[in-house]
């Protein structure tokens, strides 16, 4: 499960910044998650639940929020959201294309006491 040691990563940006700032706690962590990872958000929550505990990051709550699979095309410079693993240009067909978003996986902010 590669999602343990990605969690353990969020939990450690978490619990660094907050005790940079300061905090006594974490209330919330906003994670960016591109359509293009295959992570699956209820794993996370349930891998944090244990190596949050008896950290100040303990209980927070986890918050993800969907980046889009864009590619933009290299010959009609047209963006499409590409959907059912569908590697071609809406607009003229193409192959040629660059992925421009879907595949981020970051700690946005973090919400601390
Ligand atoms: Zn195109």
């Known amino acids: 499960m590669h999602e343990l040691s990605i969690t353990q990563s969020i ?5 660094s910044s ?16 591109g359509e293009m990872t295959d992570f699956i958000p209820q794993y996370i929550q349930e891998y944090y639940n ?3 505990k008896g950290t100040i990051a ?7 929020k969907k ?6 095309c290299l010959d009609c410079g047209h963006d499409t959201h590409l959907k059912d693993y569908k590697f071609i240009c809406e607009n003229c067909a193409s192959q040629n294309l660059k992925i421009i978003s879907g595949k981020e996986f970051f700690v946005e902010t973090i919400d601390i006491d």
Do not use: D
């Open 11 to 15: 939990l450690n940006i978490a619990v």
């Open 18 to 33: 907050a005790q940079k700032e300061h905090a006594k706690k974490v209330n919330k962590i906003t994670i960016v998650l």
């Open 50 to 52: 244990i190596v949050s």
């Open 58 to 64: 303990e209980n927070a709550e986890l918050v993800f």
């Open 67 to 72: 980046a889009p699979a864009i590619a933009r």
